[in-house]
């Protein structure tokens, strides 16, 4: 799973729905999306979501029944550590440099005790 891989507005749905449920076949997702999705669309976007390896499944009577392979937070610290070994590869300087410049005061008082704590024993 690439975690900078950019998901969809229903595959991010989906993920969203299966994150607050825990598990689901794709009939329960559609009925946990409460919108008007098709189920073939549901069942192929869960597909989708599984051979990205961001779902597990496990065959259930006729159904598969999809988890999520990680935790919400799980996934989007992943995403933000593979967004920061881009933002920090060849060019850390120009990297360093923009976040710092994005950054409001509040957010480099925090850098700075991140930065404290990372360097204490």
């Known amino acids: 799973m690439d975690p900078l891989e950019a998901l969809g507005p229903l595959e991010a749905r989906v993920m969203g729905a299966l994150w607050s449920t825990g598990t689901g076949t794709a ?4 009925t946990t999306l409460a919108e008007e999705w098709a189920y073939t669309t549901i069942m192929t976007t869960l597909d989708r979501l599984h051979k990205k390896d961001m779902l597990a499944r496990e065959k259930e009577g006729l159904a598969w029944r999809y988890r999520p392979v990680l935790a919400r937070d799980a996934f989007e610290r992943a ?5 920061a070994a881009r933002l920090l590869g060849a060019r850390r300087d120009l990297g360093l440099a923009a976040l710092v410049d994005a ?3 509040a ?3 925090r850098l ?3 930065i404290e704590a990372r360097r204490r024993p």
């Open 107 to 109: 957010t480099l008082d």
């Open 27 to 30: 009939r329960e997702v559609c």
């Open 112 to 114: 700075a005790e991140l």
């Open 103 to 105: 950054a409001d005061a």
């Open 79 to 83: 995403r933000v550590d593979a967004l």
